[in-house]
């Protein structure tokens, strides 16, 4: 990788501020290609460095995929109650961007939930132009009118203060009350308003799917680090 300063590099992988740097420096608690470093301004690889005995976690960029559990919302924002950064390592949250999640999933809803700190992942994963599938397991209210399906593959859906009509939407009913839907775009609470919108509200939403990645044996509020597939 391209050298660049101690500090900066300490900071960006979120061990600590540039100032905390000169600290452990000078506590000889980082390497450079096996020797102490001293300087905060002498360049390196991230590759070659060590810090407390350790390579750098995820030198090129993290990317995880995280089982979202029921009762935490997507939000960086500690007002809003208990939040999923809170069951993910703090250093993830350090470093610099800090890792953030792939689009959002409400607090109630469980499942597939991407997060990286490559911000070109996060732009080229939300746009409905690069059409990534989601998919998700719903359970409603009363029962499902077999009329939905082509409702919603046909993409003249308009929900309440949106500009432009749902993007087709593959659905498939499982039970008088279960189904399975497919999306390619990510509009505010857009499943659950698509079904409330036809007299159906949601009384359980999980994502089973976020492109090719799923959470199969993943259990609720665990993660582990992935490989960039090409979605
Ligand atoms: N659609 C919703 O309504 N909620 C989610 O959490 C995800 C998609």
Not at 45 to 60: Q, Y
Not at 67 to 87: F, M, Q, W
Not at 144 to 153: C, G
């Amino acid at each position: 990788m391209q050298p660049r300063r101690l500090d900066q590099i300490f900071s960006r992988y979120g061990y600590g501020s540039r100032s905390e740097a000169k600290h452990w420096l000078r506590q000889g608690r980082i390497t450079v290609k096996g020797k102490v470093a001293k300087d905060a301004d002498d360049k390196a690889d991230p590759l070659d460095i060590l810090i407390d005995g350790k390579p750098i976690e995820a030198p090129d960029g993290l990317l995880v995929l995280f089982h979202k559990p029921a009762g935490y919302v997507c939000s960086h924002d500690t007002r809003e109650g208990a939040n999923i950064y809170d069951l993910l390592p703090p250093q993830w949250l350090q470093r610099n961007p800090p890792v953030t999640s792939i689009g959002r999933l409400d607090k109630d809803t469980t499942g597939v939930l991407l997060l990286t700190d490559i911000g070109e992942i996060v732009q080229r994963w939300t746009s409905p132009k690069h059409k990534v599938s989601k998919v998700y397991d719903v359970t409603v209210e009363g029962v499902l009118k077999p009329e939905l399906v082509n409702l919603f593959a046909a993409g003249t859906l308009q929900l309440e203060d949106e500009d432009k009509p749902c993007l087709p939407a593959k659905l498939e009913i499982l039970s008088p009350n279960t189904a399975r839907l497919e999306l390619i775009e990510g509009k505010y609470h857009q499943v659950k308003r698509m079904f409330a919108s036809q007299g159906n509200p949601v009384t359980n939403l999980h994502r089973s799917h976020f492109g090719d990645y799923t959470v199969s044996d993943l259990p609720e509020g665990q993660w582990r680090t992935v490989a960039q597939l090409a979605l």
